[in-house]
């Protein structure tokens, strides 16, 4: 449930169309030598509540209070006297142990009513959080797994209590977010829900040796930008399972481009906080409340402003996915396959990546995992959707890298060598696609391998 939702994670622009390629230039020129300590704070958008009884599964304000929240979005100096660890040591002191004590559904279900009645837990988020246990153990049980029911009762406890801890207290995320790993590791209990839904034995890495060089440059000092297809909320783990035997190391040092919706939604934002993020606002819902739409690109700047810094340092590994949102299926045909990339989005990080100090690569990844998770779909404005998840295997491929200058050798104008790059990326990454629809929707394994991706199951 992650960047993962309309990003989730979804990815997005970092500038407007509006900002020229000069201006981009000299931003990037003035943000990698900037050494502010200004830290924004991103607040909770949420829209008007639903007239319908069913509610999405999270809490809503009134749009005064939407603006009101908006005001307090400000550049301030100031940093927090307590470190992020020490912060999340005072949540868990003052944090109830409702759902941690409960040993059996029955009891895990009387917890929510019970939290519900006492006006402890909005009534939205409780059906949410009922839903999401019904389809969460529906999914496991199609795994076959002996221990179905207890990995059910074990990771929901898990999962409702992060959520419920939210609700007291909720976690706000800074324009940079480092994954949260004590007291509590959101981390390793992200994996360990995303975990079960994952069929291993139908599941596949494209070229793993990509990878290995990925790691090496890592440790040399270089930056790695993924340019991905995005496809559930669930997709930074899926990542990190895929790659756990081999390349954890790049798992966990990865960084998700998110967007705010990932990051409001109390379904979704324990998992969030398990990751490393750079928080921004979705173009797809840059103007859903259209006196905010201002303030958004304002905190996209800043938000812009700590990826210079990080690029700066070098070592950093950045997944974008420049579609802007997940993948959808066709409507009339119902087949799936990455959503169109944003020719600007993924100009505006190349020239980042390009003006920081330390060298840097640009690779192209594919992901297929929409049937663990699926999205909405269509695009929804409001925070909250229905979860469907399932057991389904999943596919994680790269390519080697592509350079710019190789692609766009041959154009007349800045325009068209953004255009051609553009969709040589997308080329790439739907290739890689393809050869994973095979392998898993097609059943042909690990035989669905070709001469640029070649296809294997690590964890074997």
Same mark, same amino acid.
């Given at each position: 449930?992650?960047?993962?939702?309309?990003?989730?994670?979804?990815?997005?622009?970092?500038?407007?169309?509006?900002?020229?390629?000069?201006?981009?230039?000299?931003?990037?020129?003035?943000?990698?030598?900037?050494?502010?300590?200004?830290?924004?704070?991103?607040?909770?958008?949420?829209?008007?509540?639903?007239?319908?009884?069913?509610?999405?599964?999270?809490?809503?304000?009134?749009?005064?209070?939407?603006?009101?929240?908006?005001?307090?979005?400000?550049?301030?100096?100031?940093?927090?006297?307590?470190?992020?660890?020490? +912060? &999340?040591? *005072?949540? $868990? /002191?003052?944090?109830? =142990?409702?759902?941690? #004590?409960?040993? !059996?559904?029955? @009891?895990? %279900? +009387? &917890?929510? *009513?019970? $939290? /519900?009645?006492?006006? =402890?837990?909005?009534? #939205?988020?409780? !059906?949410?959080? @009922?839903? %999401?246990?019904?389809?969460?153990?529906?999914?496991?049980?199609?795994?076959?797994?002996?221990?179905?029911?207890?990995?059910?009762?074990?990771?929901?406890?898990?999962?409702?209590?992060?959520?419920?801890?939210?609700?007291?207290?909720?976690?706000?995320?800074?324009?940079?977010?480092?994954?949260?790993?004590?007291?509590?590791?959101?981390?390793?209990?992200?994996?360990?829900?995303?975990?079960?839904?994952?069929?291993?034995?139908?599941?596949?890495?494209?070229?793993?040796?990509?990878?290995?060089?990925?790691?090496?440059?890592?440790?040399?000092?270089?930056?790695?930008?993924?340019?991905?297809?995005?496809?559930?909320?669930?997709?930074?783990?899926?990542?990190?399972?895929?790659?756990?035997?081999?390349?954890?190391?790049?798992?966990?040092?990865?960084?998700?481009?998110?967007?705010?919706?990932?990051?409001?939604?109390?379904?979704?934002?324990?998992?969030?906080?398990?990751?490393?993020?750079?928080?921004?606002?979705?173009?797809?819902?840059?103007?859903?409340?259209?006196?905010?739409?201002?303030?958004?690109?304002?905190?996209?700047?800043?938000?812009?402003?700590?990826?210079?810094?990080?690029?700066?340092?070098?070592?950093?590994?950045?997944?974008?996915?420049?579609?802007?949102?997940?993948?959808?299926?066709?409507?009339?045909?119902?087949?799936?396959?990455?959503?169109?990339?944003?020719?600007?989005?993924?100009?505006?990080?190349?020239?980042?990546?390009?003006?920081?100090?330390?060298?840097?690569?640009?690779?192209?990844?594919?992901?297929?995992?929409?049937?663990?998770?699926?999205?909405?779909?269509?695009?929804?404005?409001?925070?909250?959707?229905?979860?469907?998840?399932?057991?389904?295997?999943?596919?994680?491929?790269?390519?080697?890298?592509?350079?710019?200058?190789?692609?766009?050798?041959?154009?007349?104008?800045?325009?068209?060598?953004?255009?051609?790059?553009?969709?040589?990326?997308?080329?790439?990454?739907?290739?890689?696609?393809?050869?994973?629809?095979?392998?898993?929707?097609?059943?042909?394994?690990?035989?669905?391998?070709?001469?640029?991706?070649?296809?294997?199951?690590?964890?074997?």
């Amino acid at each position: 449930m992650y960047i993962l939702s309309s990003a989730t994670f979804s990815s997005t622009t970092f500038f407007t169309p509006r900002v020229s390629s000069s201006s981009l230039l000299s931003s990037s020129s003035s943000l990698s030598s900037s050494t502010s300590n200004s830290k924004l704070r991103l607040v909770p958008l949420r829209s008007s509540p639903r007239r319908s009884s069913s509610a999405c599964p999270c809490s809503f304000y009134s749009s005064s209070k939407v603006r009101a929240m908006a005001e307090m979005v400000k550049d301030k100096e100031e940093e927090s006297s307590l470190s992020a660890v020490e +912060s &999340a040591q *005072r949540r $868990e /002191t003052k944090h109830s =142990r409702t759902f941690l #004590n409960v040993t !059996s559904e029955e @009891e895990l %279900l +009387s &917890a929510i *009513r019970m $939290e /519900t009645e006492a006006g =402890r837990l909005p009534s #939205n988020v409780a !059906s949410g959080m @009922e839903e %999401l246990y019904h389809n969460y153990k529906n999914a496991i049980l199609q795994s076959g797994n002996p221990k179905a029911d207890e990995i059910v009762l074990s990771n929901m406890t898990a999962a409702l209590d992060r959520i419920f801890l939210d609700i007291e207290d909720p976690f706000v995320f800074s324009p940079y977010h480092k994954a949260l790993r004590e007291p509590f590791d959101y981390y390793m209990f992200g994996q360990n829900y995303i975990r079960p839904l994952v069929d291993f034995r139908n599941s596949y890495v494209g070229n793993i040796s990509v990878f290995y060089d990925m790691e090496q440059k890592l440790r040399q000092g270089h930056n790695i930008i993924l340019i991905s297809n995005h496809q559930t909320e669930a997709d930074p783990a899926v990542i990190a399972l895929l790659l756990e035997t081999t390349n954890p190391h790049l798992a966990e040092k990865m960084t998700y481009i998110a967007g705010d919706r990932v990051v409001t939604d109390p379904l979704c934002k324990p998992f969030s906080i398990g990751r490393n993020l750079i928080c921004v606002y979705s173009k797809k819902h840059m103007n859903d409340v259209p006196e905010l739409a201002e303030m958004k690109r304002k905190a996209n700047t800043r938000s812009l402003k700590e990826m210079a810094l990080l690029l700066r340092g070098g070592s950093q590994i950045i997944w974008i996915a420049p579609s802007g949102g997940r993948d959808r299926p066709d409507p009339v045909t119902e087949e799936w396959f990455p959503a169109p990339f944003d020719a600007s989005a993924l100009d505006n990080l190349r020239r980042l990546a390009e003006h920081s100090a330390a060298p840097g690569h640009i690779y192209p990844l594919a992901l297929l995992c929409h049937n663990i998770m699926p999205p909405p779909r269509q695009v929804e404005k409001e925070i909250g959707e229905k979860r469907m998840i399932a057991f389904h295997g999943t596919g994680l491929s790269v390519a080697r890298e592509i350079s710019f200058s190789d692609i766009t050798a041959s154009c007349e104008s800045p325009e068209e060598a953004k255009e051609a790059y553009t969709q040589a990326l997308y080329n790439a990454v739907t290739e890689q696609y393809n050869v994973l629809k095979s392998a898993i929707h097609g059943k042909q394994g690990l035989k669905a391998s070709t001469p640029n991706v070649s296809l294997s199951q690590t964890w074997n």
